[in-house]
Every structure is written in C-alpha cells, then in structure tokens.
C-alpha cells in the first residue's frame, strides 16, 4: 500500500511534536541525547526529515538512557505512550520508544499479522556504549552483534531473527560490561546491543561535545562531526539521493486519528 504524503508529513509532524517533548524533558533533567541514522542524515542533507521516513532516530549515553527509563513514563504527556518491555509486555525488543497516541502505523514486518503491542508512529532511542579502541574490540562487537541481530525478533532490519529473547540478553549483557564510561580519550562508541540494526563504531572525539543542528526550523543536538557519524554508519554516498527504488521505509500503512 503506497502511503499518502499527505498523511506521512502529518505524521512527521506528529513525530517533530514528540521529539520537541522529549528534547524538553531531557534539558530539565540534564540528560545528553542526539540525533541518530536517518534522523541525523535528514538534518544534514535536508535540514529536517528525510521526505520518505517515518520515524525518528535518537541516541543516549546509556547512563542517561537508564534514567530516562526511570522518569520516563511520568514525565511524558498523554499524547505519547512510553514503550518499553515492562510497560507493553508484547513489545519484542529490547530498546525504548515514544509511540503516539495521535496517529498509528503498521509496518512492512507487522501487515497481515496479529499485533498485540502499541503501534503509534514512532520514537526509537538507542542507547550507546564505549569500547576501547582495539582491533579484538571491534572484532567481538561485529561478531556479536551478528548473533544478537540472528536472535532478535523479525523486524525491517533483522528479517531473518528467530527472536531467542534469553541467549539474546546473555548476548547483550557480554557488551555491557565492557562499557568504558565517557571521558578516556582514544575510545569507540558503539550501539548497545539492545539496537542489533547496525554495528557502527564512532571516535568518541567526533561524537562529544555534541553540538546543535537545525531540524523542521528547530534546534536539536547532535554528534560533533555528523559526516563522521553518517560515514560510519551508510557505505554509501549519504549526501546523493538513492534511486527511488531504494528509498526504504518502515510503513506498509499510517493512520492519522481523528
């Protein structure tokens, strides 16, 4: 079902309305985020949303992240569902959402399925992780993060997951516990394995300080150096448009409520 660009811009809009929430309580409580993939491409090469995505990117130091999953549920409005594991127990995955309340989607991976979970358009907030900067590291990080994306449950990036949710925490938790904290110099910052998409490995000088970047005509943070950031992450030319055939994205369908 082709989605109607009328309908995604609103719910872009939806989506920037959120993020401006989100941006908000970050600022209240002293925690750091930035905008991230897509999100973080969109800003560079459109100063706001990709024209084709629907959904929104962000990142967070995990220590950050933690809290957020602490405050989280009480300081959003009733606009926006706080999704996590605990608090939508059919949720399958392992990272935080905002879901709206104000308009839904079904994605690709959920069209003729059963879904028992929120499905309002979206927020994913990532949390991030420090490595040392060695070739061992990157190495188990590449390969564990391939047995993390080979047990998660289906998804558009991870087609073929057989959803193994306690070999996947084992999986996680071996990550976890080599996080390096945030102010040695020569470190590589990396996706959590709580976000199996992509296995991106970032200098942390070019990520921190983050700075501002202009987004839909408002200001949000992002990493020091988002061409570093974006080159690590896409393989390709991010600044050229794909060919239309390849320009992917999650909904099969988006309903804007009334």
């Known amino acids: 079902m082709a989605i109607d660009p009328k309908e995604l811009r609103q719910a872009q809009l939806i989506m920037l309305e959120m993020l401006v929430e989100f941006d908000a309580i970050c600022q209240k409580h002293n925690l750091q985020y930035w905008l991230d993939s897509g999100t973080l491409l ?54 935080m959402k905002l879901r709206s309340n104000k308009a839904s989607i079904v994605e690709f991976h959920e069209k003729d399925r059963e879904i028992a979970y929120h499905q309002g358009v979206f927020v994913d907030i990532f949390p991030m992780l420090t490595l040392p900067n060695t070739e061992f590291h990157k190495n188990y990080y590449n390969n564990v993060f391939k047995l993390i994306r080979d047990t998660s449950s289906i998804s558009l990036h991870t087609p073929d997951g057989t959803d193994s949710p306690q070999v996947r925490e084992k999986l996680v938790d071996s990550l976890d516990v080599q996080h390096q ?44 150096n988002p061409n570093h950031y974006l080159g690590e992450n896409y393989s390709f030319n991010f600044m050229e448009l794909p060919p239309e055939d390849k320009r992917t994205i999650h909904a099969h369908e988006i309903e804007i409520k009334k």
């Open 42 to 95: 969109g800003a560079v090469r459109h100063q706001g949303f990709i024209p084709w995505d629907d959904d929104i990117d962000l990142s967070m130091p995990v220590e950050d992240y933690n809290k957020f999953l602490e405050i989280g549920a009480s300081e959003l409005s009733k606009n926006i569902f706080f999704q996590t594991k605990e608090t939508d127990p059919n949720f399958k995955f392992d990272y």
């Open 181 to 224: 904290g945030w102010e040695k110099e020569d470190l590589k910052v990396i996706y959590s394995g709580k976000m199996p998409d992509v296995a991106a490995w970032f200098d942390i000088g070019e990520v921190f300080p983050l700075k501002k970047i202009v987004f839909e005509g408002l200001e949000f943070y992002a990493p020091k």
